[in-house]
């Protein structure tokens, strides 16, 4: 049973390994200019980690193929060194590991959420609600309308509670339902919700952040590649979360300013 | 240390009389022990089926369920799951896996027959408190399972009912009103269950030791369950106000989690003032040592079977064990916040929560290699609950591992929401603390119901299970680093549909799995009537459960008052005969 229990250990292990190993279902090509950062410390944590679930499984099904009780009233023996040897193991590996992680990570981390966004990043706002996204840009004056909560109507399309009578920069503000960005521009966005909590997820981007009901939370974020990619809701808002998503075009700069411009005419 | 005189030992009540009060409303912990048990095995029937229902829509989102429309024609028309009947399931199966099992069973349920017998008590300190504690958390049970049968249905906010969400009442979706009221009222009521158990649990170690059982001779198992106890006297303090709170908001007309300027359905919300995080850090600082309340019962239950097992004792013994397990606990409390690095709480807090997050992995990594170096040397004897007790150490490595990703932020970024989370706690809490309840079960059951469970339908049960588990919660993780969102009721984005066929696979080896717990559900009811007698030891174990017959009489030990002369786990013993020695023998080991 020994022998049994330790060959489907290793088969276990040995294929849970490859599967990462080969990178059969992997995170997709980053497009941003702290992605780099935190894949990097990804590959860092997944060789650490790695390791120790090598070494641990394989010891155990090593152990168990080894010290079956045959009725041969072997003595029972002590792991050589006793448990010095497993806690210093522990506190050191895992220790130097955590130091290590807790240094690069801080870097990663504080990159995206504690820096500032750059003075010339371009601000767009951006609403959830259930079961959509709806990204705000501020118009040729460069200034956002005040939201009035009272406002907020999906029946008439006022998505942001915008007031254009009474407040002149709604006037021009644009509203559509996909975020449109130009590639190599640090973009800032404040986020907020009008319901219930959602979330904002682009995989290529690397960034999830909460939207939080009663608070704006910026995001910011450099794109460095053209495309289409997904931005999904990843936090439980009610029956429609699965199907929440929104597009996010990165064009080169001159087709977004054409593509601004038709949305500033419109 | 604290030796209690043999008057402690007097039972303080008398043998009921009628089935009544012998076996529904018995003041008997080894009753109450698996009145738990039985509720916990209720429990996960219900879950287990409700993620099977999941498993099936997820890989075939289209396929009818037949049947299904008869538990919820709107939830289920024809059969087909709606998606927020999907959310209403899921909500259900994390609640009663999470509360009614993997808190339960564990704790009170082995905790309440074992604990006062291994220390050599007769019964608990309190054994009326600890009567009522089973029957409020029946109560909370029947009213959580209830929401099934109303026609908001259960909730669709998940078991960590998030506000708004889960405060704003039915505009913001079915199943958040009355449905979620029902929710809140039957995890207040199990609040107070489990207080009153912990309670319990602390009076019962201090107090009623039998004479010898120092705190350095308590078997790793009753360390496991003490420390639960604190822990979940803390945790479920701050868990009741929280749910007070969320009910006040639903009927009191208060703010406590809403705050102002929100919107549902065109409609300005009549609340402000509130605040969303407050309800995201009472629920953590609950939630986080709720992941140990889980499995730290099954550490210690692991450890106690795995000696046994291994036939010595844990390497480095109590004292390691239990200064891994305290210190497990006194960090558990100052994590809560990486459940919420990108919540919008100050990034610079996830930070500092990250830290004690990755410290907590050296306590755990010390225990896991305590567990494989104790296997070095040892003479293993692969029966049932040793199999289960050493697939413990395989699974909870390797759902430990994957909280190294988790517990950096800048990680988390990316994999948050992912079902690398889902992959990660149903491997670590969930398969951990489940295999914890499998070994408890095969190994105890003896002792509990005087029979033997079947051997054969035992083994086939751990294997398939073993190898199932690995085929259901590894793939999650790949999945989970593709991007994959959890708590989607369908998968319809473009980059979501090629992983289509993985969760057709996890959902094939959920259903193969699932089998295997028939088998068991069978194995237990067919040996408590057709099972091989059982002996008064059968392991060959050392702990004071086995000095005493196989069911025990009412006050255990059939007015004996045990006095303890040794450590709980003098195994492989020259000299000795067999290769052990009782904890209560009196006879002298020769000093190696």
Known sequence: MGKFFAIVLTVITLVSASIFAMHIWWMPVDISVHGPALDKQFGETLMGTGFGFLVAQLSLAYFLWKFADKGDGRKVREFPGGPKVTIITAVVLVGLEILALSFVGQKAWASVNLDPAPPNAMHIDVQAEQFAFYFRYAGPDGQFGAVHPEKISDGNGNYFGLDPENDIPARDDIVVGSLTIPVNQPILLTIHSKDVGHSFYVRELRIQQDFVPGIVIPVHFTATQTGKFEIVCTQLCGLGHYNMKAYLEVLPQDQFDQWLKAQAGQ | MHDTSDQAAVHHHAPPKGFLWTHVFSLDHKVIGKQYYFLSLAAVVIGMVLSWIMRFHLAWAAAAIPGLQHLSQVGAPGGIITPEYYLSLLTLHGTLMVFFVLTTAPQAGFGNYFLPIQIGAEDMAFPRLNMLSFWVTFVGFVTLVSTLFISDGPPISGWTAYAPLSALGNDAGPGLGRGQILWVISIGIFCIGSLLGALNFIATTLDLRCKGMTLARMPYTVWAWFITAVLGLLAFAVLLPACVLLVLDHVGGTSFFIPGGLVLSDKLQPHSGGSTLLW????????????????????????????????????????????????????????????????????????????????????????????????????????????????????????????????????????????????HFHMVMGVAAIFGMFAGTYFWFPKMFGRMMNETMGKIHFWVTFIGVYCIFMPMHYIGLAGNVRRYSAFVDDYLIPLIPVHKFITIAAFVTGAAQLLFLFNLFWSMYRGKKAEENPWDSTTLEWTIPSPPPFDNFGGRHPIVYHDPYELGVEGAKGDYVMQDSPEKLAQS
């Open chain 2, 280 to 423: 995201q850090h009472m629920f953590w600082f609950f939630g986080h040592p709720e992941v140990y309340i889980a499995i730290i019962p099954g550490i210690g239950i692991t450890s106690h079977i795995l000696a046994s097992t291994a036939r010595k004792p844990l390497l480095g013994g109590s004292r390691v064990l239990v200064g891994c397990m305290v210190a497990i606990a006194f960090l558990s409390f100052t994590v809560w916040g990486h459940h919420m690095f990108i919540s919008g709480m100050n990034p610079f807090s996830s930070l500092l929560f990250s830290v004690p997050t990755l410290i907590i992995t050296i306590p755990a990594s010390i225990i896991s290699l305590n567990w494989i170096a104790t296997v070095f040397g040892a003479r293993l004897r692969f029966h049932t609950p040793g199999l289960f007790a050493i697939g413990f150490i395989s699974v909870f490595v390797t759902g430990g591992l994957s909280g190294f990703f988790l517990a950096q932020p800048s990680l988390d970024i990316y994999l948050h929401a992912t079902y690398f989370v889902v992959g």
